[in-house]
């Protein structure tokens, strides 16, 4: 598989079976803190993230950061000049969000396999809510993590306001958004932002480990579950039963239903 940036870089990784059906992403600035907000990286994730969501080969992404930073989020020296996205007076800045950083939530929503965040340093502000677009998240112990964008007098801009509640609460969300503190990895934890903390040294191997547990069950059954479970946030009981029945008969006359 050819890399499309080397903003970010893809290596495939064996499962138990001996398959390269493990996609490992590596955010590859950390001259900027891995910042998300230049167009280059922008069009990486999102050409990236298309071409593993178009392999039927790759079951499970593991995402990451070169360095010692997950995601800074926004390049602050592209904001501090008004250059790249920032550039531009009130209605270039609202269409420059549509064209540019919205385009990652969207990029990593259509993603149709799972997807595990490996947080290896601080996330922060959009870094921060990559962190909950992606399904699972395993935190290194030297991990931190901000919604800061309140200390910049500006709000999430990328859609924080809909995935940090969707992942750890309204509660914790605001207290997150309206203090702009930063959160060691414990906190994180408690809240339900990640779904563990591990030793840095044991991160990705603990990353790659959850994949390839994930990675021994049907490629297509992981596919189902994942729209599944997304497509039930919005839905009531009914509907929610509706879409499983459909997807049940279906999956009992394929050849990945086992006895």
């Excluded at 592209?78 to 009130?90: E, K, L, N, V, Y």
């Excluded at 940090?164 to 959160?183: K, S």
């Excluded at 069950?217 to 729209?227: F, P, Q, S």
Aim: net charge negative; proline share 3%; charged share 20%.
């Amino acid at each position: 598989m050819t890399d499309h940036s080397a903003h970010l870089t893809l290596e495939l990784c064996k499962d138990d079976s001996g398959a390269e059906s493990i996609a490992l992403l590596t955010l590859n600035r950390p001259d900027i803190k891995n910042a998300i907000s230049d167009g280059e990286v922008i069009d990486a994730i999102e050409q990236t993230l298309a071409q593993v969501n178009d392999r039927q080969d790759i079951k499970v992404a593991v995402f990451t950061g070169a360095g010692k930073v997950f995601s800074g989020g926004g390049n602050i020296k592209a904001m501090q000049q008004r250059s790249g996205m920032f550039a531009g007076d009130a209605q270039q800045l609202t269409a420059n969000y549509k064209a540019f950083i919205q385009r990652i939530p969207l990029a990593f929503a259509q993603l149709e396999i799972p997807i595990i965040a490996a947080v290896n340093g601080p996330a922060v502000g959009a870094g921060n809510d990559m962190v909950c677009m992606c399904d699972v998240a395993i935190a290194s112990e030297q991990a931190t993590f901000a919604e800061s964008f309140i200390k910049l007098g500006i709000i999430p801009g990328d859609g924080g306001a809909w995935l940090l509640p969707r992942r750890i609460g309204m509660q914790h969300a605001l207290e997150m958004a309206l203090t702009g503190r930063t959160f060691s990895a414990d906190e994180a934890l408690r809240m339900g932002l990640v779904s563990r903390v591990v030793p840095h040294a044991q991160l990705l191997g603990s990353a790659l480990g959850l994949a390839r547990q994930m990675a021994t069950n049907d490629a297509r059954c992981l596919r189902e579950i994942k729209r599944l479970f997304n497509a039930a946030r919005s839905q009531t009981l009914e509907q929610a039963l509706d879409d499983a029945a459909q997807i049940q008969g279906q999956l009992h006359h394929a050849p990945g239903f086992k006895l």
